[in-house]
């Protein structure tokens, strides 16, 4: 029996759960020495690496939601992805990777805000927080038009990150 699971919706975008048939689309994303510049994540060895991390891949069934993959609505195409990770912490953070060519779209923008809406108005999940390295404009920008603010600094994960967050606006405060 399959369960369903709510998945984000955007106006140009497609949200999929990760498979091991993106495998090759995983290790070319990777792959990009300035899409992983600020990630902290070193890249796949090859394909292979790319489907065995897929294959282990198991957030959604732990969390009720995880990392979408994002595709275009009209073209089908592969661009990325964007969703949300629960931490040992309990906190869940938001995060986006997309290829090189999508980048200064308005795709993580508008993939990032699908992702909010689903943390609020479904999972009712408190607050959502972002983390990037405090060099990586761009990503900080999409966090602060999605309506997140600083937080906190933070050397968790990322050498040298922020911390910024967003309070879900239909809970008492």
């Keep these: 029996m399959t369960t369903f699971r709510p ?14 048939s993106d495998a ?32 282990q891949y198991n957030e959604y069934n732990n969390s009720g939601f995880g990392r979408w993959v994002l595709k275009t609505i009209h073209e089908g195409q592969f661009i990325g992805w964007c969703g949300l990770k ?41 607050y959502v927080i972002g983390r990037a390295m405090s060099e990586n404009k761009a990503s900080l920008r999409v966090l602060e038009k999605i309506g997140m603010h600083f937080w906190k600094e933070t050397d968790e994960d990322l050498h040298c990150a922020v911390c910024y967050r967003i309070d879900n606006p239909s809970l008492p405060s």
């Design 7 to 20: 998945v984000p919706h955007s106006e140009r975008l497609l949200f999929c759960e990760m498979s091991p």
């Design 24 to 55: 090759e689309h995983f290790y070319l994303l990777n792959a990009d020495p300035e899409v992983v510049r600020y990630t902290g994540d070193p890249p796949f060895r090859d394909v292979d690496h790319a489907r065995s991390f897929l294959e």
């Design 86 to 126: 629960r931490h040992a912490s309990g906190e869940v953070d938001l995060g986006f990777r997309l290829l090189q060519k999508e980048w200064n779209k308005g795709y993580a923008t508008e993939a990032s805000q699908a992702c909010l809406e689903l943390a609020f108005n479904i999972h009712r999940l408190p």
